[in-house]
Structures are given as C-alpha cells and as structure tokens.
C-alpha cells in the first residue's frame, strides 16, 4: 500500500458535491482510501496536491504534449534548426504539435509571467526570443521540463554561431 500525504479536493461527479480531504491518501491495487473510512475504485487523477476520483473535470486542461504513436515520432527537432529562422519556425510547429494552446492558456500556464501577446510577438517573428522566454515557450507548450534541453542547444548553436560570423 501506498500513502501520499496531500490535501486533496474529492469531488463527488454523481451528486456534484465537493469534499475536502486532508491527510494521506492510500493506494492499493485499484481502491484508494481516504484515511480509513472511505475507498473509491476507479480513474484517480493526480495534479500538484489534488487529486480527483473518477472524470478529470471540465475545468482541468490537459497541458502536457502526449508522445506520438510507436514508430511515428513527429515532434520537431530543434537540432536540425540552421539559422534563426528555422528554429522560429520549428518553435511554431512544436506549438502546434503539442495542441496549439492559446497565447491565453499559455499565459495562464506560466501565471501570467507572460502576457498572452508576448507569447504572440515572441514565436511569430523571425528572430531568436531571450532565452528566458524559448524556456517559457518550451515549458507551456509541452508542459515537461525535459523538452528544454534540444531547445537550448540549438538557440546556444544558433546565437553562437551568429556571433562568430558578425566577429570575423
């Protein structure tokens, strides 16, 4: 069995009640225990310190990219970028690879770090974003942390190699 100490909002789809849980949530094959006298089989949802029995809710947006199908890897590669614009414009795909989520949700995604417009201005032009903003970019689009690094790599490649050629 396993315990996860959150506090957790349960919320009751058949009779649109909300329950609060405070204390350890148990696990258990398929039955999850709220302390020791309620269970509930069935989907359980998981997000920061709540968690959900049942449908996730309408409310809850998914803000993660699913990876393709086995065999079908189609997320674009920032490492095949050349030049500026080509990783602007692999950054536009990615957007839309990962669901296209408005510049809104976007923003909300990022607690409003960034407005909605400047997601807009930054991954519609032609010029490389700071590199704060390609790290907001990546993480509201696909919601993992771990999509930062080919990124990174290629806006250093990029930015590096557009130095050395102004130096000479």
Same mark, same amino acid.
């Given at each position: ?13 058949? #009779? ?13 094959? @398929?039955?999850?225990?709220?302390? *020791?006298?309620?269970?509930? +089989? ?6 920061? @310190? ?13 803000? @993660? ?16 970028? %050349?030049?500026? #614009?080509?990783? *602007? ?6 957007? &839309? ?6 510049? %809104? +949700? *976007? ?24 590199? +704060? *903003? ?12 771990? #999509? &930062?690094?080919?990124?990174?790599? #290629? ?11 102004r130096a000479v």
């Open positions: 069995m396993t315990a996860l100490p959150v506090e957790a909002v349960v919320l009751d789809t058949d #009779a649109d009640a909300q329950r609060r849980h405070q204390g350890d949530v148990h696990v258990h094959g @398929g039955t999850v225990a709220l302390g *020791m006298a309620q269970q509930h +089989q069935g989907d359980v949802h998981v997000h920061g @310190g709540t968690v959900t029995f049942g449908e996730p809710p309408p409310w809850r947006e998914y803000s @993660g990219a699913t990876p393709d199908a086995p065999g079908h890897d189609l997320a674009p590669d920032p490492l095949a970028a %050349r030049t500026a #614009a080509d990783l *602007m414009e692999l950054l536009r795909e990615f957007r &839309i690879w990962c669901g296209e989520p408005s510049y %809104r +949700q *976007m923003s909300a995604r990022c607690e409003g770090a960034y407005s909605p417009s400047s997601f807009c201005m930054a991954i519609n032009k032609q010029t490389l974003p700071t590199q +704060q *903003m390609l790290i907001a970019l990546v993480i509201v689009c696909s919601g993992k942390e771990a #999509a &930062i690094r080919p990124w990174l790599t #290629a806006w250093r490649r990029i930015k590096l190699h557009s130095r050395r050629q």
